[in-house]
């Protein structure tokens, strides 16, 4: 394994790798001094948040403090159009490595009292709540130049798959304010932009602009539930799982009669066979 993956497996293994480093501090010694990273921004505008070397290494540690399980669950991964999961690319004379990880992060909102956890300047009680997150795309850009090698920059990509999650669908500091019951509205003009956190497009109508708010409506009401109500709309909401499921088998196996036909000559049997 090369330098480069080595900080990439020292990322994704954070905060266990911590203690691989001795300290924390020595595990902060993996990022360039100008390394930057950038996520899905939950601040009003929405679009992509650019965190500095320190914003980021902070709200790191915001988010272990008030999930104290917090894992990346990440790997290093190889879209279809890199197959070994990584590119080598020259600027500037340095050499760089870009590394392509995939992640489905997963934590316990139980942290209290000191360990609150506090996200955009704002304190959040311990719900207690599993949050797990969609399988995302991120992109890791290691110098390979440096000596050691040092992580350079963070970018999110998309979103692969939302299945199972929590977050409906958002990313990073949007996917923990959502499952938590906190959700940030973003503009009007962010449910437009083509970035799949905000929220998935697929399930967005752009023409509606009252969308979101109709979203964050229903989670209220939810929300004030009792515990039989809430139980009664659960099985409401598997039955129509289950019916999109069934709906999705069939549209997929059409979509195989829809695929136009191959180049090949189809061959022909022989006399002989």
């Known amino acids: 394994m090369s330098d480069a993956q080595e900080l990439a497996e020292l990322f994704l293994g954070y905060p266990d790798t911590s203690a691989t480093q001795g300290t924390l501090q020595g595990y902060e010694q993996i990022y360039h001094k100008d390394f930057y ?25 915001a988010i272990v ?17 890199e197959q070994d999961g990584w590119d080598d690319v020259e600027e500037d004379g340095r050499s760089y490595r870009h590394i392509h990880v995939a992640t489905q992060m997963k934590g316990t909102h139980t942290g209290d009292g000191p360990n609150l956890l506090k996200l955009e300047g704002v304190d959040y009680k311990p719900t207690g709540k599993v949050i797990v997150f969609p399988l995302e795309w991120w992109v890791l850009t290691a110098d390979t130049a440096s000596i050691p090698p040092k992580l350079m920059s963070l970018r999110f990509i998309k979103v692969l798959d939302n299945a199972g999650c929590s977050t409906g669908g958002y990313s990073f500091v949007n996917g923990i304010l959502f499952a938590i019951g906190k959700p940030h509205p973003p503009a009007p003009a962010a449910l437009q932009a083509p970035l799949p956190p905000f929220p998935p497009l697929d399930a967005v109508d752009a023409r509606d602009p009252n969308w979101w708010q109709v979203r964050v409506e ?13 139980a009664a709309l659960k099985l409401t909401i598997d039955r129509q799982i289950r019916e999109l499921q069934q709906h999705l088998d069939y549209l997929s196996a059409l979509e195989i009669y829809a695929e136009p036909p191959s180049d090949k000559v189809r061959q022909e049997p022989s006399d002989d066979q």
């Not at 990273?37 to 790191?60: D, K, V």
């Not at 229903?218 to 809430?230: A, G, M, N, T």
């Open 37 to 61: 990273a950038t996520a899905p921004s939950p601040r009003e505008g929405g679009g992509m948040l650019t965190y500095s070397r320190e914003e980021w290494l902070a709200t790191q540690k």
């Open 65 to 81: 403090r008030g999930l104290p399980d917090w894992t990346y669950n990440g790997r290093i991964w190889k879209p279809l159009d």
């Open 218 to 230: 229903l989670l209220r009401q939810i929300s004030e539930k009792d515990d039989e109500e809430r």
